[in-house]
């Protein structure tokens, strides 16, 4: 089955420091890799995906995303943490194998930045 | 924003009564979604709609009732509901046809039953 797993419920780092969020998967056939960022009282906004080519994706605000095919990971990246950066992290796959258009989310990530 | 627009944002109701949720996009997607976000628990998906046709139930209970008129409208019909079924819904759409597509999220519905 396709699943996806952010193993911290939260990361604190201090603002202007790199930061990076974990994930790792588990998928049958290509994995589609998806990274949403959930500010209070919002919905979720994508910042990038991988899909194929370049293992490093870059996305939105700055973030940016490695794609490791070997350790099974998608880890998100950004060089220099912002306090605006807080907020909850979600990873997700596309579910190709139900033969409908699904994606299986992680259980989030709480990014904290200290000023 | 991001197209996606939900209304009512906030609803409390008691559990005889019933209510519908109301989600549109302007974004040009033929594929919509329902999610239930409750607090410490991952996102549930709870149902997919490709050209306005229902192609994922993800054992939701027959108090959630979706409806899709057409592909830029989803509304959840909701009816005696229990108290557990307090959360966030989140409406998402997308485009349908490839495995590559991001979805776009409205910004949730509040749910509280009383």
């Known amino acids: 089955a396709q699943s996806v797993a952010q193993p911290e419920d939260q990361v604190n780092v201090a603002e202007g420091n790199p930061l990076t969020v974990k994930c790792t998967y588990s998928v049958s056939g290509n994995p589609y890799l998806f990274w949403y960022v959930q500010y209070p009282n919002r919905g979720l906004q994508f910042l990038l995906k991988y899909i194929t080519g370049d293992n490093l994706v870059k996305g939105s605000y700055g973030f940016e995303a490695e794609f490791n095919k070997s350790q099974t990971s998608f880890h998100l990246k950004k060089p220099s943490a912002l306090v605006s950066d807080s907020a909850l992290y979600f990873c997700a796959v596309r579910d190709a194998t139900s033969g409908t258009y699904k994606y299986i989310f992680g259980t989030g990530t709480r990014l904290k930045v200290l000023a | 924003e991001t197209g996606v627009t939900q209304t009512p944002r906030h609803l409390v109701m008691g559990m005889t009564n019933k209510k519908s949720l109301k989600c549109e996009q302007h974004?040009?997607?033929?594929?919509m979604y329902w999610y239930k976000q409750s607090a410490k628990k991952p996102l549930e998906l709870m149902f997919v709609?490709?050209?306005?046709?229902?192609?994922e139930n993800n054992s939701v209970p027959s108090r959630f009732s979706p409806e899709c008129p057409n592909s830029s409208h989803l509304f959840l019909h909701l009816h005696t509901l229990q108290p557990e079924d307090s959360a966030l819904y989140l409406c998402a759409s997308s485009l349908a046809g490839g495995d590559t597509y991001e979805q776009y999220f409205g910004p949730g519905t509040r749910l509280t039953v009383t």
């Open positions: 709609y490709n050209f306005k046709e229902q192609t």
């Open positions: 974004l040009g997607h033929n594929a």
